[in-house]
């Protein structure tokens, strides 16, 4: 039995509004509140990036998994802003963890899908006991262009997962993931700002990839929408997870657990990892989890969780990822965000 | 050990000296002290000075200065504690001489900061605290001080209004120094109405950015009673011991443990003890140092020393004045010079060349100079016979 | 300037605050050390210290070293770690007027200053109030 050993969750304290931003570049706030259901977004600090995030998560996953950090045999951190161009976040998670030096490690890239690949790595490593126990963590600070409709939802956070054989709390009974090469969603080297096709960026990019991840799962397993007791999706905004859940029969009460974008903004690499860590935090032994993520350009990975009973012994180990939402939160102004984010030009 | 005896000051005008690099400005000084003392010979000479390379690029200064005042070949070396700099150089001094290796020796501190930005000269100083442990966390000198005021605070009710206090004093003090880099006097409100530099310390707590350079001649005592000098100024004290130089990494952060040994050290050589002290020039680079030194000295029970100054006790009529001369606030504090002038103002007192703020009848004084949070310190205490 | 190589050697201390213990009279020296300054002892143990502590002093930084100038104003604390161990950390996520000697804390992962646009990211720990 292969499956998750430690979880945690890290979000940064700062908020944006929605408001607040719509009120600098004269757009309509209804609807980015009512159409696409975002409301505020989470802001990584100054002294905040994906390395720092990730390290946090995985704390907090470390304390849940109980391990001693030596025994984990690979680091991957999946993120589409990684601090350096050349040189691995992973080196500078495992050394604050104390996980090296014997330790695979190297970044991945997906757009919001680099975390769930790390899951999937960390996974198939441990099955074929090349490694005990794989850390694998999908965080970003992302980053929208000032006014473009991106800039409302992209936001910070990270999710940890400890892959191993013993004391696992949800073991993976499935895996599958479905790819095309689908130009939805990009940022070419150098460049600050990622572009994106627009309305393109729906059909044909998230919700078919994640029909095709989910449905291939559930066909593969032979399960159907009322067997699972939770099910996460990418969360790029409130509207599309609804929506692509209610096209393959789930309900909104499966979905909302795990559907954390409307609080803090869609974390990208971040996003449906750390919806299973709000989902793990309530989850009792038993429940069958489904897990889509999508990551632009274009793919989705589905994971199917079924949770143990040791989920119970290590909920409350570390913070629950609703309570670090609705705890300490500090708001921003525009300007104060737009100097946290690096888009003040300085002399 | 050899008798030790001060025969000659120099000082000139302390401020932001724009036309004057670090070789004028300390030969200056030195030549001042060389006339005063009336004598053609020099056997060596210990120069304190913080920074001259951040500062100006400069290191290597000992033989430089030598040269420049010509002097050279004689033996001359550069000392370092930080802003106890000159203290330490009055120290090496008094050694060589009470050792009996040389007779007639310059002591000198010098220090030209505006040379750099202040961005620089506060990197500079920076370098007096843990750079690994303190520094790299961002944190600047004004910044621990505020550490120890705000433990202090806590710990002993020490008041905001009393470390105001201390600045008051000091440029009353310094408004009667002509020396002085701002010497004119200012107001609790001045203080408290001041920008904040790091809560609770404002601008007015601290100490300014100095250009300026001090020296003395110290030589036997014997020799100096052969030259006929009076009054006949002996060094009888001298205390030097060091701390963690991170104030976190002290088990009490509001106490000067450097201090209080140093200060131990130069009352038994001097077998006196703080009440007979008449007065002192003490290290008040933050108003909340000269607090936490007057307690170390033992002139103030432990966290007595904001009720101290708000009593007047250490006013220029108050039972034990502190810093006359208007100390580091009023007189400015180019960091390695200020342990030598420190000396200077000891020697106008007991000469009675203090003018307007001359203490009367002063026979015992104590110089107490320390480097960055307290992590060296030098005290000497003097005698007029 | 902070150079990779001055960075890199103290990283076990920055990212895992790791600390010697006197193998003879127990104290715990961060950094470590190569003699005990208590018993002189000279054999240590690696240890982590403890990632939870309470605020001993604390300022708020308003004339930073030009490294620091984006963050300012900024607070710095010495914390005293549950193990006894005092450090000197900046505080951040907090409100100032949140800000008492004696408050919980515990320690986060951060960026503490980078060397330009290019240079080398140098991380280290910082304090955060416990809620």
Request: aromatic share 8%; with cysteine; hydrophobic share 40%.
């Amino acid at each position: 039995m292969v499956g998750i050993v430690g979880y945690g969750a890290y979000i940064p304290r700062y908020r944006i509004k929605v408001e607040e931003i719509a009120k600098v570049w004269g757009a309509d706030a209804p609807s980015y509140k009512k159409g696409l259901r975002l409301e505020e977004k989470s802001v990584p600090y100054l002294d905040q990036d994906t390395i720092t995030l990730s390290v946090e998560a995985s704390k907090n996953a470390l304390k849940r998994a109980g391990i001693n950090p030596k025994e984990i045999g690979a680091v991957y951190v999946g993120s589409e802003s990684h601090p350096y161009a050349v040189k691995p976040s992973g080196t500078i998670v495992a050394e604050a963890i104390g996980a090296t030096p014997e330790v695979y490690c190297a970044d991945f890239e997906f757009a919001c899908k680099a975390g769930t690949e790390a899951m999937h790595v960390c996974y198939s490593l441990v099955k074929s006991e090349e490694i005990k126990y794989g850390l694998a963590i999908g965080a970003d600070t992302s980053q929208g262009a000032p006014g473009d409709a991106l800039e409302y939802s992209a936001s910070a956070g990270a999710a940890a997962f400890i892959f191993g054989k013993d004391n696992i709390i949800a073991e993976v009974e499935a895996t599958y993931s479905f790819m095309t090469d689908t130009p939805d969603f990009w940022r070419r080297e150098h460049q600050h700002y990622p572009r994106h096709g627009g309305r393109f960026t729906g059909e044909k990019a998230y919700f078919r990839h994640i029909l095709g991840a989910a449905r291939g799962i559930m066909e593969k397993t032979g399960t159907k929408a009322e067997d699972f007791s939770y099910v996460i999706f990418h969360q790029p905004n409130g509207k599309f997870p609804l929506k692509v859940g209610k096209m393959l029969g789930f309900s909104q009460e499966q979905i909302e657990t795990g559907l954390l974008v409307p609080k803090i903004g869609n974390t990208y690499s971040g996003s449906s990892p750390l919806g299973l860590t709000a989902v793990l935090d309530i989850a009792k032994p038993g429940d069958r989890i489904l897990l889509v993520s999508f990551g632009s350009g274009a793919g989705s990975d589905a994971f199917i969780f079924r949770v143990t009973e040791r989920i119970r012994e290590v909920q409350d180990k570390a913070p629950k990822t609703w309570d670090i939402i609705n705890g300490k939160k500090f708001y921003l102004d525009y300007g104060t965000y737009a100097k946290f984010r690096g888009k003040i030009l300085k002399a | 050990m050899r008798e030790v005896a001060i025969i000659g000051v120099g000082m000139n005008k302390w401020g932001e000296l724009w036309d004057k690099s670090l070789r004028e400005i300390f030969i200056e000084a030195a030549l001042s002290a060389i006339d005063d003392a009336g004598i053609d010979r020099i056997d060596s000479m210990y120069i304190g000075s913080m920074s001259s390379g951040l500062f100006t690029e400069q290191e290597h200064i000992a033989s430089l200065l030598a040269d420049y005042l010509g002097v050279a070949p004689i033996p001359s070396a550069r000392v370092e504690s930080a802003c106890a700099s000159g203290g330490l150089a009055l120290r090496q001094g008094f050694i060589d001489i009470a050792s009996g290796i040389s007779d007639v020796v310059l002591v000198g501190g010098v220090e030209k900061m505006t040379d750099v930005t202040t961005g620089g000269a506060t990197f500079a100083l920076g370098t007096a605290a843990d750079q690994e442990y303190e520094c790299y966390h961002g944190v600047t000198f004004p910044g621990l001080y505020a550490l120890i005021a705000k433990a202090h605070m806590h710990k002993y009710g020490t008041t905001r209004e009393q470390l105001a206090m201390v600045a008051v004093k000091n440029h009353k003090n310094g408004s009667k120094n002509p020396l002085a880099q701002y010497p004119f006097e200012i107001t609790i409100d001045d203080v408290l109405k001041s920008p904040l530099v790091a809560d609770p310390l404002r601008l007015l707590d601290c100490s300014p950015i100095t250009d300026g350079a001090a020296a003395i001649i110290l030589c036997t005592v014997e020799l100096a009673k052969k030259l006929k000098k009076d009054p006949i100024i002996k060094i009888i004290g001298s205390g030097h011991a060091t701390d963690t130089i991170a104030l976190h990494s002290r088990d009490d952060i509001t106490w000067l443990s450097a201090t209080e040994k140093a200060a131990k050290k130069a009352y038994e050589m001097a077998k006196k003890t703080p009440e007979d002290i008449d007065f002192a020039e003490v290290h008040d680079c933050f108003t909340i140092a000269e607090i936490c030194v007057t307690e170390a000295l033992g002139f103030f029970e432990k966290g007595k020393g904001g009720e101290a100054v708000e009593k007047g006790l250490t006013a220029l009529n108050g039972k034990i004045p502190i810093n006359p001369s208007g100390g580091l606030k009023s007189k400015g504090h180019p960091v390695g010079a200020t342990g030598v002038a420190q000396v200077v103002e000891i020697v106008k007192q007991f000469r009675e060349e203090a003018g307007e703020r001359q203490i009367k009848n002063a026979r015992i004084a104590l110089t107490q100079n320390m480097g960055g949070t307290g992590g060296s310190a030098l005290v000497h205490i003097f005698e007029k016979e | 300037m902070i150079t990779p190589q001055r960075y890199w050697r103290e990283i076990p201390q920055r990212y895992r605050l790791e600390a010697g213990k006197c193998k003879k009279c127990g104290y715990i020296c961060f950094p470590p050390r190569l003699i005990c300054p208590k018993c002189k002892n000279r054999e240590f143990e690696t240890v982590r210290l403890n990632d939870e502590g309470k605020i001993a002093s604390f300022t708020i930084i308003r004339v930073p070293p030009e490294q620091f100038s984006d963050l300012s104003p900024y607070a710095i604390g010495i914390i005293e770690l549950n193990d006894g161990v005092k450090i000197l950390a900046q505080i951040v996520d907090c409100d100032f007027e949140e800000l008492e000697i004696g408050k919980r804390v515990k320690v986060e992962f951060r960026k503490i200053r980078s060397e330009g646009e290019a240079g080398i990211i140098c991380y280290g720990y910082k304090a955060v109030l416990l809620e």
